[in-house]
Nanobody, 127 residues
């Protein structure tokens, strides 16, 4: 069983930066793909960024967020710069160990493509 633990959330002023970390344990070898999602109370969970053989970003975070991974450490990172109040949410990392077929990376944005989820970390951006 894989466990994912997010860290790095907190309170930051608009324009500031945070770096979220997602550490995986319970399985050897890196995940096929890792995604970051966020959720605000009363709204659906939304895709933020994902990484596999390529990266994919939501339009709302392009140019501000960067997703990366360190397979040797079984860790994925989400560097968030130029944060805005509308980035306030609980951020979740998710991982899949299933190989996806096809050439499109659009699956990175689909929550049902991931088998494992972390517990979430709160990010609050004040104006």
């Amino acid at each position: 069983q894989v466990q994912l633990v997010e860290s790095g959330g907190g309170l930051v002023q608009a324009g500031g930066s945070l770096r979220l970390s997602c550490a995986a344990s319970g399985r050897t070898g890196g995940a096929y793909g890792v995604g970051w999602f966020r959720q605000v109370p009363g709204r659906d969970r939304e895709f933020v960024a994902g990484i596999s053989w390529t990266t994919l970003y939501a339009d709302s975070v392009k140019g501000r967020f960067t997703v990366s991974r360190d397979n040797a450490k079984n860790t994925a990172l989400l560097q968030m710069n130029s944060l805005k109040p509308e980035d306030t949410a609980v951020y979740y990392c998710a991982a899949t160990y299933e190989v996806k077929t096809g050439y499109s990376s659009s699956w990175l944005a689909q929550a049902d493509q991931y088998e494992y989820w972390g517990q979430g970390t709160q990010v609050t951006v004040s104006s």
